[in-house]
Antibody, heavy 121, light 107 residues
Framework: EVQLVESGGGLVQPGGSLRLSCAASGFSFDEYAMHWVRQAPGKGLEWVSSVSWSGGFTGYVDSVKGRFTISRDNAKNSLYLQMDSLRGDDTALYYC??????????????WGQGTLVTVSS | EIVMTQSPATLSVSPGERATLSCRASQSISRNLAWYQQKPGQAPRLVLFSASVRASGIPARFSGTASGTEFTLTISSLQSEDFAVYYCQQYEKWPITFGQGTRLDIK
């Protein structure tokens, strides 16, 4: 059974940093692209970042470029999102999500339950 | 950036009736489109990919079509568990983009 368990969310002040983690199990983690998608309270889904199976290709939505860094550790079956210079509009539920293939240009076929990030003073 | 536009924003349909949800891409995305279902308090769930292929465990009452940059999700006979918000998503190009969602309500 595929499982994605996010952690690391919480309350942080504007300008602060957080590191989100996602522990994956139930599939061959090193064979699939992974994604972070967020959802602000009461709003729709917004893609944040993707990483290919090897970590060699990464992509970001413009609003987080230069502030967020996606990475993965295939030996630990884990995905990360380092978030720096956080702003109020980064407040959202952050989902870890599994891609359907090794490259990032495929559908997302499984989602975790999310971890909440709140940026506020 | 490819803009995905869903319509209508809200659709009220009675159980047993057909629901048709639309999604338009601002440029060609081939068939690189997925539909997701999200119920309150839950993570999204993949419904269709490649515009018309049902994901694992999705009942046959869900179907999808594509015509150029216009995509449609049809639910042939609505069941109570189908009432949710549905999002389309293109994965043709980065940035990956979602539509704003269609809320499917019980009439």
């Amino acid at each position: 059974e595929v499982q994605l368990v996010e952690s690391g969310g919480g309350l942080v002040q504007p300008g602060g940093s957080l590191r989100l983690s996602c522990a994956a199990s139930g599939f061959s983690f090193d064979e699939y692209a992974m994604h972070w998608v967020r959802q602000a309270p009461g709003k729709g889904l917004e893609w944040v970042s993707s990483v290919s199976w090897s970590g060699g290709f990464t992509g970001y939505v413009d609003s987080v470029k230069g502030r967020f860094t996606i990475s993965r550790d295939n030996a630990k079956n884990s995905l990360y999102l380092q978030m720096d210079s956080l702003r109020g509009d980064d407040t959202a539920l952050y989902y870890c999500a599994k891609g359907a293939n090794a490259g990032p240009h495929y559908e997302i076929d499984f989602w975790g339950q999310g971890t909440l990030v709140t940026v506020s003073s | 950036e490819i803009v995905m536009t869903q319509s209508p924003a809200t659709l009220s349909v009675s159980p047993g009736e057909r629901a048709t949800l639309s999604c338009r891409a601002s440029q060609s995305i081939s068939r690189n489109l997925a539909w997701y279902q999200q119920k309150p308090g839950q993570a999204p769930r993949l419904v269709l990919f490649s515009a018309s292929v049902r994901a694992s465990g999705i009942p046959a009452r869900f179907s999808g079509t594509a015509s150029g940059t216009e995509f449609t999700l049809t639910i042939s006979s609505l069941q109570s568990e189908d009432f949710a918000v549905y999002y389309c998503q293109q994965y043709e190009k980065w940035p990956i983009t979602f539509g704003q969602g269609t809320r499917l309500d019980i009439k």
